[in-house]
């Protein structure tokens, strides 16, 4: 058993079960942040504030790295971003409704009703889902980028994912996100594809330790 460890920095249980798997050929033991005890604070909601998503995900993986005591640490800042809205919401996508009393499930649906709103009868309903992996410890910090693309459906389709998956009709599939099970949904998001390039650069990193 390694004593290396590896801290991934997100609340989200769903998010959690997403980057696990794409780091777990890595020579260290990956823990959550339930597990490492950093407990939840106010300072969390701002750290994401920035207006890049490379930024965002910096951001988010020196600030728990601090917190944790110096753990190395990974974070993602990711988002969808919609042709016809010039980007949007972009780096706000968890928070678009403007909804601060919900989470969760109901925060999802809440950005979703948001989003059908928005984009109307429009034709034009090519999008993307774009994720900023980041990596920091004592000596540096990484990020890798990754994209997918797509377009929104006028319903929901499928109840697997969360956030923005129901309505996401992936060019590389031909269903939704929240129809294709975890193991294409992985093969092909924009989370996978950017933890799959991180997990890279840290796998030559570690090795030359």
Same mark, same amino acid.
């Given at each position: ?74 974070a ?7 042709e ?15 909804? #601060? !009393?919900?989470? +969760?499930? @109901? ?7 948001? /989003?059908?709103?928005? *984009? %109307?009868? =429009? ?24 994209e ?5 459906? #006028? !319903?929901?389709? +499928?109840? @697997?994912?969360f ?5 996401? /009709?992936?060019?590389? *599939? %031909?269903? =939704?996100?929240?129809?294709?099970d ?28």
């Amino acid at each position: 058993m390694t004593d290396r460890v590896l801290l991934v920095a997100t609340r989200s249980e769903d998010k959690l079960r997403e980057i696990v798997p794409l780091l777990s050929h890595l020579p260290v033991r990956i823990i959550g942040l339930a597990e490492s005890g950093v407990p939840v604070t106010p300072a969390e909601e701002s750290i994401e504030r920035y207006d890049t998503f490379e930024e965002n995900a910096a951001a988010k993986a020196r600030y728990f790295f601090l917190a944790s005591g110096g753990l190395p640490t990974v974070a993602d800042d990711s988002g969808l971003e919609v042709e016809a809205l010039n980007g949007a919401p972009g780096v706000r996508s968890k928070r678009w409704s403007n909804r #601060p !009393e919900l989470e +969760g499930k @109901a925060l999802d649906e809440a950005n979703n009703r948001h /989003l059908l709103a928005q *984009l %109307g009868p =429009t034709p034009n309903r090519r999008a993307r889902y774009v994720c900023v992996a980041a990596f920091a410890d004592a000596r540096t910090t990484l990020s890798a980028r990754g994209e997918t693309t797509g377009r929104i459906t #006028p !319903e929901a389709r +499928g109840s @697997a994912g969360f956030g923005y998956d129901p309505y996401f /009709l992936s060019d590389d *599939l %031909g269903c =939704t996100f929240g129809e294709a099970d975890a193991a294409d949904k992985s093969r092909v998001s924009h989370r996978g594809r950017a933890f799959r390039k991180l997990a890279e650069e840290l796998r030559s990193s570690f090795a030359s330790d």
